[in-house]
């Protein structure tokens, strides 16, 4: 099935919702369909843009930027190239000016899904 990726951090999708139960029953009809028509899925992704920027590729001067700035810390930390990285992912992250100062992030996003979910009788 998909792995979800969100801008920011590393982050796991919200179990139980309604909202990825139906996409995890469109994306099992999807499979079925390709199976049954001779193709293999090897695998899916999830692209959602919810973010400011209508623009979903990511404007060269950030990309350029944060490689100057980060080097490899961008694949260390989130598992992809920053080449990869959307427009409102990469605007994001240039606000930052260290390596350590996303991985902070990361670890306070990861705390507060935490804690939001148990509020919501959840476990993470």
């Known amino acids: 099935m998909a792995a979800e990726r969100r801008p920011g951090c590393a982050s796991r999708p919200n179990p139980g919702t309604a909202s990825?139960?139906?996409?995890?029953?469109?994306?099992?009809?999807?499979?079925?369909?390709?199976s049954m028509n001779g193709g293999n899925?090897?695998?899916?992704?999830?692209?959602?843009?919810?973010?400011r920027s209508t623009n979903f590729r990511a404007v060269k001067k950030h990309i350029q930027l944060l490689e100057e700035r980060f080097g490899d810390e961008i694949k260390n930390i989130f598992g992809i190239q920053?080449?990869?990285?959307?427009?409102?992912?990469?605007?994001?992250?240039?606000?930052?000016?260290?390596?350590?100062?996303?991985?902070?992030?990361c670890?306070?996003?990861?705390?507060?899904?935490t804690k939001r979910l148990l509020s919501k009788n959840y476990s993470s």
């Open 20 to 34: 990825r139960r139906s996409r995890d029953i469109k994306m099992h009809v999807l499979e079925q369909y390709s």
């Open 41 to 51: 899925a090897i695998g899916s992704i999830l692209l959602v843009n919810a973010g």
């Open 82 to 105: 920053t080449s990869a990285l959307t427009a409102n992912e990469a605007s994001y992250l240039v606000g930052f000016r260290t390596a350590d100062e996303i991985r902070n992030r």
């Open 107 to 113: 670890v306070k996003a990861e705390k507060e899904t």
